[in-house]
């Protein structure tokens, strides 16, 4: 549910847009990825982004208790 709730920039979502474009254009792909490809990569993004933040207040949790 907190991957839900994640906010994606729409520059974030252009870049995606343009990537999954890229590959139906690129000589060397058969076969381009799906739309389904593009909602799969945006979702794994805000993922990410949720593992990161979460590891980052871990750290700072961390730092905060070995300073006491």
Known sequence: KEVEQVYVHEDILDYIVALIDATRHHTSILQGASPRASISLMQLSKANATCMIEIMLCQ????IFSLM
């Open 60 to 63: 700072r949790m961390y730092r």
